[in-house]
Every structure is written in structure tokens, then in C-alpha cells.
């Protein structure tokens, strides 16, 4: 479903085969890497926490208000959640992007699947396009920050490297006018500045696929010069996901810690996604009642 998305891969002709090709010879190098996280992905489990804890917390303000969960590419997949949503004749209708950065290739496809599926679009249909810089959404980031420097040794939490990990774009997207790689920037300057520049920080980019240019630095690039300059202590943020998934579990977690151990990095601690964070949930609320009260 990934590489049949249009918003992300833009093949003129060829699409459908094209996608057909990609999965198949990544299917088996991402089978094994599932398998080291438990066997499957832990996104949709943290996905249904939040979607409980947003309810709960809305209901307080409606309640009425019924908060479902659609994804793009698996179940519960955002055509059969239209479906349910057009039976219940609902009077207004938010769509809430679990994405705080807006790029074509995440929100806006995801807005575009939704127009697909959901007909007619009219006026109750409201749409949060992005919230980089909510308040509550920076705390939420700077809290998970203060608890994993808790996890380094008391002697070495001076000498830690903030690296911030996102997940990259083709270069492309940004020379087209695409906003998310200014939008993860305005998100990491906010925490810096919340936390008084406490302590070096750096931007990277992960999980290119394909042969085009993306984003750089990489990651794993940004590791080994850190490495080169004599850094030992790494925390690193995964700064574009809201919750931990085989992007932050395998490949943060595991695939870059091999790098971090072949560059002789002694403490190399991966952020816990913001999951089940109240402050996280906040920040969801807000941008709803914000939108809602329009």
C-alpha cells in the first residue's frame, strides 16, 4: 500500500508493478526485523491507548464525542472507518493527524485518502493540519527527554549529545515547497529553548528507501561523526513519531546501536516514544477544542 501511494512515489506509468517489485524484495529483510521486535509492530497497541485516553479526555468537553482510529496502509484501514463514520451521521467530523509536522507524503496523504473515501467533503469535515509548536507537545517531548537522561550514568549526564531523529523526505519534496523538514526544525528549536540549550544538540534524518536523494544528514552518518569528534553519550530523539514502532524499536533501537558500538560510543540511549504521555493527549486535545470552537 506504501509504494501505491502517489502523494509519496511518483511513478508516471507503472505504479501498481513498480510497488508490487519494492515489497517483495523488502518483505523478507523486514520479516526478520519484526521478529526481532516480538513479532510484530507495537504502533497499533499504542495508537489504541491514545485514541482511549483522547476520548476520555474529550468526553469531558462532549459527551458525545467518539474518537476512531484510521490508518493509511494497514487495518484498521481509513476506507472502512469512513464507512462507519458516514453510518453515524456524525455532526462534525475532525480529522486529527498523528503526525505534528505537516508533509505531503504523511498528512497530506493521508487527507487526500480520507477525501477518496469520504464523500461529499463538505463544511463539517474540519482538518488539524499541523501542531509543531503546541506547548503541551514540546513539554511532552522535553518530559521523555528528562526521563531517558535519567537512564545514563549521574557522571556522564553533562556530556550528552541530544541527536534528534526524523524520518526523512526526497529532497525533491522540499524544493517543491514541502514544509516538514522547517516544521521538525521549529519542533527541535522549541524543545532547545525550553530547555535553555542545556546541552549540544544535532538533526538527522532516517529510513530512506530508494535510489533518490533524501534529507540529510542520515542517522547512522550522524553517529559516526559524533563518534569521530570523541562523543561517548548519545540520546537520541525520535523527534517525528508519536509512538514506538519498527522505525524507533528496530531501527533506532537495534540497527543503529550496532553502528554506535562499531564507533566505540559508550552510552547510546534511545527516547521512548510519546506513547501513553498525558502531555502528549493534552496536546491532542487542545488542537481539537482549538479547531471545534472555530
Known amino acids: 500500500n506504501l509504494f501505491s501511494d502517489k502523494d509519496i512515489f511518483k511513478i508516471p506509468i507503472g505504479q501498481k508493478l513498480f510497488a508490487k517489485i519494492i515489497s517483495s524484495r523488502r518483505a ?19 495508537t489504541e491507548i491514545q485514541r482511549k485516553m483522547l476520548e476520555k479526555k474529550l468526553r469531558t468537553f462532549d459527551s458525545n464525542i ?39 507524503s504523511t498528512t497530506g496523504s493521508s487527507f487526500n485518502e480520507w477525501d477518496r473515501c469520504f464523500t461529499p467533503t463538505n463544511e463539517k469535515v474540519l482538518r488539524v493540519n499541523n501542531y509543531q509548536t503546541n506547548p503541551k507537545y514540546i513539554s511532552a517531548l522535553n518530559e521523555r527527554i528528562d526521563q531517558t537522561i535519567l537512564r545514563f550514568p549521574e557522571e556522564v549526564r553533562k556530556d550528552i549529545q541530544l541527536v534528534f531523529s526524523a524520518h526523512g523526505t526526497p529532497i525533491s519534496m522540499v524544493k517543491g515547497g514541502d514544509p516538514y523538514s522547517h516544521h521538525i526544525k521549529e519542533t527541535m528549536d522549541k524543545v532547545m529553548h525550553e530547555r535553555k540549550h542545556s546541552h549540544p544538540h544535532h538533526l538527522c534524518f532516517q529510513s530512506k528507501v530508494g535510489p533518490v ?7 547512522d552518518t550522524m553517529i559516526e561523526e559524533l563518534a569521530a569528534q570523541d562523543k561517548k553519550h548519545l540520546l537520541i530523539i ?18 543503529y546501536r550496532h553502528v554506535a558500538d562499531e564507533n566505540k560510543i559508550e552510552n547510546y540511549i534511545v527516547m ?18 482549538k479547531i471545534l470552537d472555530k
Open 238 to 255: 525520535p523527534i517525528s513519531f508519536v509512538s514506538d514502532h519498527v522505525e524507533t524499536s528496530f531501527e533506532l533501537d537495534i540497527e
Open 28 to 46: 523478507p529483510k523486514v520479516s526478520e526485523e519484526y521478529k526481532l521486535i516480538g513479532g510484530k509492530s507495537p504502533i497499533n497497541e499504542w
Open 213 to 219: 536523494k533524501w534529507l540529510t544528514p542520515a542517522t
Open 66 to 104: 467518539t474518537v476512531f482510529t484510521a490508518m493509511r496502509y494497514w487495518n484498521p484501514i481509513t476506507k472502512d472507518v469512513a464507512e462507519k463514520i458516514k453510518a453515524q451521521n456524525f455532526d462534525r467530523i475532525v480529522l486529527l493527524p498523528l503526525y505534528p509536522h505537516y508533509s505531503i
Open 272 to 289: 521512548e516514544g510519546l506513547n501513553d504521555s498525558q502531555l502528549f493527549i493534552d496536546a491532542l486535545y487542545e488542537e481539537t477544542i
